[in-house]
């Protein structure tokens, strides 16, 4: 059936300034690491972007390697661009990196200027664009000279296969040194990739600073903790979930999982008396930065698309929430 957007579609979403620049970027960010690959149903990708896209979500964030196989969440996403969204390629913002392992050989991973501009090039083919929106540097490659990799980037930008230049998972130095390199350059860092949420918090001791000092929006992956900050573990493990399809099983005897079980246990009393799921807490949780620009969440079904992007309901912290917070994730907090 063919697609027409809502009409409502930027009515209830808030867009945040990303560092200086002039792109804005949604409160909540679409990624397609899982479940809109090769393995997948293209029919449940396809309402899972169209969703996203009727509530505000401008924002999709893709890789080079996203699959399995990998590439394939890239070719889906061509697919569904080209049946549904083709008219509206001015309202999104499309992101993809190059970093890990892609393709055999010395050239098929980390930052060299051979890889990643081979590797825009096939993402470009792979999703049918002329141009991405933002490309990343996916990881800090330790041998490869950091000027070589930035150099790339602003070459990326110069030539009109991006807009604009990212980084991802950088450390706090690595991240000075690289916006450094692209503000000589001509091309200034626009954003900074990093894992965080309330169980992986390292951009606190230190990155968040630069960043603001930088002028350099920062998007948060993972901020579900790919499904533990949700109420959805609470009683075991459901068959559909994303532990529960990797054949892995929690293991509910091992005591570090029975911790992070109680805590977020815990946190959900405090997401209810909010008038929130814990996963819009987590979520909110997150945006409580000034400095964050975006949360960039996951999905496997449209349903949990609607739970987050309604996280924007309450996003304001009482002192008393947030310490009540910080008292059950540093373990202080006894039932
Ligand atoms: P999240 O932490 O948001 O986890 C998403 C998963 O949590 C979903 O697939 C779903 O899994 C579960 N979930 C989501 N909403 C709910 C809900 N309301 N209730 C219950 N369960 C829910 O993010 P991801 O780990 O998926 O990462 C998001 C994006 O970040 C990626 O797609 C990618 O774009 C980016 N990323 C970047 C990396 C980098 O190195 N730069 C590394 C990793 C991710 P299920 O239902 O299957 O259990």
């Given at each position: 059936m063919s697609y027409l957007p809502a009409?409502?579609?930027?009515?209830?979403m808030r867009y945040n300034r990303c560092?200086?620049?002039?792109l804005k970027l949604p409160a909540i960010s679409l990624g397609?690491?899982?479940?809109?690959?090769?393995?997948?149903?293209l029919e449940n990708a396809r309402a899972m972007i169209r969703r996203a896209f009727d509530l505000g979500i401008t924002h999709f964030d893709l890789a080079?390697?996203?699959?399995?196989?990998?590439?394939s969440a890239e070719e889906n996403f061509g697919r569904i661009l080209s049946q549904d969204l083709a008219a509206y390629r001015d309202e999104l913002v499309i992101s993809s990196k190059a970093g890990?392992?892609?393709?055999?050989?010395?050239?098929?991973?980390?930052?060299s200027r051979k890889y990643l501009i081979a590797s825009l090039d096939q993402s470009l083919k792979r999703m049918g664009?002329?141009?991405?929106?933002i490309f990343y540097s996916h990881r800090p490659d330790p041998e490869t000279p950091l000027e070589e990799t930035m150099g790339a980037l602003d070459h990326m930008v110069r030539s009109g296969k991006a807009l604009y230049a990212g980084i991802s998972s950088y450390s706090l130095e690595q991240t000075r040194q690289a916006a450094q390199i692209l503000r000589a350059l001509g091309t200034p860092c626009l954003i900074h990739q990093p894992k965080y949420s309330m169980l992986h918090?390292?951009?606190?001791?230190g990155l968040l600073g630069v960043l603001a000092e930088e002028d350099i929006g920062c998007i948060a992956f993972s901020p579900l903790s790919q499904g533990l900050l949700?109420?959805?573990y609470l009683r075991g493990v459901p068959a559909d979930s994303r532990i529960g399809k990797s054949g892995e099983?929690?293991?509910?005897?091992d005591s570090a999982t029975q911790a992070i079980v109680a805590k977020v246990r815990q946190l959900n009393e405090i997401a209810q008396a909010r008038g929130q799921t814990m996963a819009q807490m987590a979520i909110a949780w997150v945006l409580r930065?000034?400095?964050?620009?975006?949360a960039l969440i996951g999905a496997s079904r449209p349903a949990q698309i609607e739970e987050a992007v309604a996280a924007q309901q309450n996003l304001h912290f009482t002192d008393e929430e947030l310490q009540a917070i910080e008292a059950i994730l540093a373990g202080n907090n006894p039932q």
């Open positions: 009409d409502t579609r930027y009515d209830a560092g200086r620049s002039g397609l690491w899982y479940n809109f690959s090769g393995v997948d149903s080079n390697n996203y699959g399995p196989p990998p590439g890990y392992w892609m393709w055999p050989g010395p050239y098929g991973e980390w930052g664009l002329e141009y991405v929106d918090r390292w951009i606190e001791d949700t109420d959805k099983q929690l293991d509910w005897g930065h000034p400095g964050m620009t975006s």
